[in-house]
């Protein structure tokens, strides 16, 4: 499958938040699709990178990105869905090597966070080199644990 990837457009955001208000961490979240576009539409605003991934000009994932967004040093991956009928197809691959590419010249490892309960997500960022480092219980949600993953460069940077 031919996957695009390109900078989200303000017109985009509430489709991509249904996309994540769909899945099981838009649920256990309780995330609502109208607040999280205008979070999304925000955070264009506030300089951070959107990424879209595309088949067929079907909107079928997307990644928020925050370059700084870890301790203002590090690459952040705040958010990163696929929809539902196109994950296993490698969108989540290509958008999680977007994350990184588009934040390689920051120069420090790459950082997000997963809900302990999301064993798919997991999986998914350990096949890609990520490693669990620490967790953060009760940080976005009472009784949710969340797990700090990094992802350790090559080269070593001050
Ligand atoms: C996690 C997620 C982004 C992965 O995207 P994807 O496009 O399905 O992933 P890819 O096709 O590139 O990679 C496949 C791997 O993803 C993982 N995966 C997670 N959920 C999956 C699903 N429903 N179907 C297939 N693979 C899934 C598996 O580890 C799979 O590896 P495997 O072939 O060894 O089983 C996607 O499942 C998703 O959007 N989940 C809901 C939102 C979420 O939890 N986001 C992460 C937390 S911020």
Known sequence: MAIVIH?????????????ACQSLIGKR???????LSKRLIDAMEMKEILLVAKSEEILVG???IDPKGAFSSA???????????FRGLRVGSVLLDAFEESTQHIGRDYVL?????????IHFYEKHGYVKRGSLPDFAREGITE???VKKRNKDVI
């Open 62 to 64: 997307f990644a928020w």
């Open 75 to 85: 690459p952040y991956l705040r958010l990163l869905a696929v929809e539902e009928k």
């Open 113 to 121: 966070l997963v809900s302990d309960f999301n064993e798919q997500a």
């Open 147 to 149: 797990l700090i993953m």
């Open 29 to 35: 979240y309780a995330l609502v699709q109208e607040s």
């Open 7 to 19: 900078r989200m457009k303000k017109d985009e955001a509430l489709e991509s938040a249904y996309i």
